[in-house]
């Protein structure tokens, strides 16, 4: 080593100098094992979401009980929210191993370094693309759904990896006896580390929870959905962004219901005309607010009945919008066959508002938001 490399070296700090509790491996064990369980609960309910969203032939998701998707979803954005302070935590609990020397052991030693960064780099990514979109309605297109599912299978992979590497570390300073007496070491201790996360943890998760759990609406700083919207349900998009807003009122407006049998058209009077069905059902959006409502309209088995069709034929939803990612969507059997599947004239007790979906939307039970189309023009029975 030269002797300007050996100055520089002096300034680096070294491993050693980390003594605090805050840095040992039981405090990093127990941060890392929540941190695992979170992206775990996030992962298993994000890949569920993505399913029923591009069902493949062999996915079943059930239509009851009708609030699985709400839970399922709030658990996704509430487990994500609580991985960013415990990420955090556990980068600050190990950044002291940057300063190890030699930087590379060995050709393991180098590849389990390399996957650390990989992990770093995907769950960083996966943790604030998802909290952008829970902030922001869509900032992103296609890209953001996509990129954000392409990308959370390198984050359990290499989070599996990590785990298998530091199995001995985990099961050594999880289960080692307490020491009794420990000389209270520089820095954080253990506990006021572990203590401190755990604040942070439950704020962030109590900021947001309000979106999704009722009984926090008032407790939630950051639940900046509620049921303050338009006939007491939130807004995702508006017919005028939609660019609707003309089509939907136009007294022209007709209802196509295609069966193999032939094609059946409907004008709103003879769709008030046919039996009326009355159902409490959220909203469950996948950015994580969800908000219980009163619908009402014609079930899917009358209206498949009234048209020549039968219950439990999947059916192809059209929109009136043209232009937007979810003017479209499939009911599938499941759905089409249970009572509780509407499409909705009116919602909480009035004429469904012109943002809501006015003239009949698709209102079905444990669903994802971005599938309850709007402003239907078109069923296909297929
Ligand atoms: N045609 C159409 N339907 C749509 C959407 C849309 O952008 N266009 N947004 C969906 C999303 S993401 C959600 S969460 C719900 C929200 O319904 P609301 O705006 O009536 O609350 O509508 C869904 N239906
Ligand atoms: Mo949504």
Not at 118 to 124: E, I, K, N, P
Not at 125 to 140: D, I, K, M, R, T
Request: hydrophobic share 45%; with cysteine; aromatic share 8%.
């Amino acid at each position: 080593m030269g002797e300007r490399a050996r100055a520089v070296d002096r300034r680096v700090p070294k491993a050693e100098q980390f003594k605090g509790g805050a840095h040992g491996e039981r405090a990093t064990a127990r941060v890392g094992s929540l941190l695992g369980l979170a992206f775990l609960i996030c992962f298993g309910t994000g890949l569920l979401s993505h399913l029923i969203q591009h069902p493949p032939e062999w996915f079943f998701w059930p239509s009851r009980p009708v609030w699985l998707y709400r839970v399922t979803q709030g658990a996704h954005v509430l487990s994500g929210i609580a991985a960013i302070p415990l990420l955090l935590a556990k980068l600050w609990s190990v950044y002291p191993k940057l300063f190890e020397r030699p930087l590379v052991r060995s050709v393991p030693h180098a590849v389990e370094r390399l996957s650390i960064l990989v992990l770093s780099g995907a769950a960083f990514f996966e943790l604030s693309s998802g909290l952008l979109n829970v902030a922001q309605n869509y900032p992103w297109n296609f890209y953001f759904p996509q990129v954000h599912y392409a990308v959370a299978w390198v984050a359990i992979g290499s989070i599996f990896v990590h785990v298998a590497v530091k199995l001995p570390v985990l099961r050594r300073a999880l289960t080692r006896e307490r020491k009794p007496v420990q000389q209270p070491g520089p820095g954080l201790s253990r506990r006021g580390f572990l203590t401190t996360t755990g604040i942070a943890t439950g704020v962030a998760v109590l900021a947001t929870a309000g979106a999704t759990v009722p009984a926090l609406r008032n407790v939630s700083g950051l639940s900046w959905r509620s049921d303050k919207g338009t006939q007491k349900l939130p807004v995702n998009r508006t017919a005028a962004a939609a660019q609707v807003a003309r089509a939907a009122q136009d007294p022209g407006w007709r209802l196509d219901v295609v069966t193999p049998a032939g094609t059946r058209q409907f004008t709103l009077a003879e769709l008030r005309a046919l039996p009326q069905t009355t159902v409490d059902l959220p909203i469950a959006c996948v950015e994580g607010w969800s908000q219980m409502a009163t619908w009402r309209g014609i079930s899917f088995p009358d209206l498949l009945r009234a048209s020549g069709s039968s219950p439990g034929a999947d059916v192809h939803v059209s929109s009136l919008e043209k232009n937007g990612l979810y003017g479209v969507s499939v009911l599938p059997g499941e759905h089409t066959a249970d009572p509780l599947t509407l499409l909705a004239l009116e919602l909480n007790g009035e004429v469904l508002n012109l943002d809501h979906g006015y003239p009949c939307r698709v209102i079905a039970p444990s669903r994802p938001g971005v599938l309850q189309t709007k402003w239907v023009e078109k069923l296909e029975v297929r």
